[in-house]
């Protein structure tokens, strides 16, 4: 596997991160929120439309299952909530540099007990270990 098949898609995952919480930081207080998302997710369906064509070469799927899962949609849901928190976290005038880790941080370590249970992955001593230092931050910048 090459370093780019296996930091691309992180890299990706950094430098969308930063496009969003810039813009979700500047979006204006004058757009009622789910009307933002609304934009977003139109915006989004546009670029997947666009890229699906592109990578499939313009040819389209037989059959609707082969772009829906009842997974699919519940990453949907997770996605919405996600982006409406941070708008309205951005709104009460959280810093773009705090918010970010803070959920983030949060988020990570609820995520090694479901990795372990849901998954089956390991629970290691330096997890548990990056854990507290996730926790540790959070509280650090919290103060």
Request: aromatic share 10%; net charge positive; hydrophobic share 55%.
């Amino acid at each position: 596997m090459s370093k780019l098949s296996l930091f691309g898609p992180l890299l990706m995952i950094v430098g969308g991160s930063l496009v969003y919480h810039v813009a979700a930081k500047s979006v204006p207080r004058t757009l009622e929120p789910f009307g933002a998302l609304i934009g977003v997710y139109g915006t989004a369906m546009a670029a997947s439309i666009v890229a699906y064509a592109v990578a499939r070469r313009g040819s389209m799927p037989s059959h609707v299952s082969s772009l829906w899962h009842p997974t699919v949609a519940a990453v949907g849901c997770g996605a919405l909530m996600i982006e409406f928190g941070f708008l309205l976290t951005y709104r009460a005038a959280w810093p773009v540099s705090i918010a970010s880790v803070m959920t983030n941080g949060l988020a990570a370590a609820l995520l090694i007990p479901i990795g372990a249970i849901v998954f089956g992955e390991p629970i290691t001593a330096i997890r548990l270990l990056g854990v507290i230092f996730c926790l540790l931050g959070v509280f650090l910048l919290q103060n």
